[in-house]
Each structure stands twice: as structure tokens, then as C-alpha cells.
Nanobody, 123 residues
Framework: QVQLVESGGGLVQAGGSLRLSCAASVRTFSSYTMGWFRQAPGKERELVAVITTNGINTYYPDSVKGRFTISRDNAKKMAYLQMNSLKPEDTAIYYC????????????????WGQGTQVTVSS
């Protein structure tokens, strides 16, 4: 099984940047698609970014496209989310997740989840 731990969240002003990290404890990290999701109070969990097992293919919804970048380092068993030009509407708890299938985009398709890290963007 996979254990995931996020870090790097915090408070930032609008227009600023944060880099989130996700450390994975798993023997074969490169076998998993990695995704980042976020959930704001009163809202459903939504996809932020997906990266395939080898890191070649990525997906972003329109809400973050051009501002967020997902990456991974399979040797270090780490996934990252670089967030630039942050907006107040980006405020949420951010979760990393792992899936054994190819680039799923819905939360129920991910088998493993981190505990979440809070990102707060002030205006």
C-alpha cells in the first residue's frame, strides 16, 4: 500500500506562489499515477492536476491551467505542485493522491490519499 504525506501549504497573498510536496512511502512509486486535489469549505473535492507514472503526460483543469505545474521525482518518490499567481479562490485543503490506473480525474478513482495541507490565499 501507499502512504502519502503533503507539506508546503501556508498563507500567501494573492499573486504569490507556493510549492507543495508529497512524499510517498511505497516500494514502486513509479507504478502510480499521481494527482493533486483540493477541497474548499462547503465544496466538493476537485481535481487540480494529474501526472502519469513516467511524468511525461499531465492534465490541468481550466481553473488552474497556466498557473499550476505538477511534477514528480520517481527516484525520490516525491510529487510536487508548483502554484503561481495564486488567487483567493485557490484557498482550500490540498491533497495528493495515488492511483494504479492511467491518469484518472475523479476522486473515487484514486486509491491512496495524503492527510492534506492547507493553502490560504489572502486578497
Amino acid at each position: 500500500q501507499v502512504q502519502l504525506v503533503e507539506s508546503g501549504g501556508g498563507l500567501v497573498q494573492a499573486g504569490g506562489s507556493l510549492r507543495l510536496s508529497c512524499a510517498a512511502s511505497v516500494r514502486t512509486f513509479s507504478s502510480y499515477t499521481m494527482g493533486w486535489f483540493r477541497q474548499a469549505p462547503g465544496k466538493e473535492r476537485e481535481l487540480v492536476a494529474v501526472i502519469t507514472t513516467n511524468g511525461i503526460n499531465t492534465y490541468y483543469p481550466d481553473s488552474v491551467k497556466g498557473r499550476f505545474t505538477i511534477s514528480r521525482d520517481n527516484a525520490k518518490k516525491m510529487a510536487y505542485l508548483q502554484m503561481n499567481s495564486l488567487k483567493p479562490e485557490d484557498t482550500a485543503i490540498y491533497y495528493c493522491a495515488a492511483s494504479p490506473t492511467y491518469a484518472p480525474r475523479t476522486p473515487d478513482e484514486y486509491s491512496y490519499w495524503g492527510q492534506g495541507t492547507q493553502v490560504t490565499v489572502s486578497s
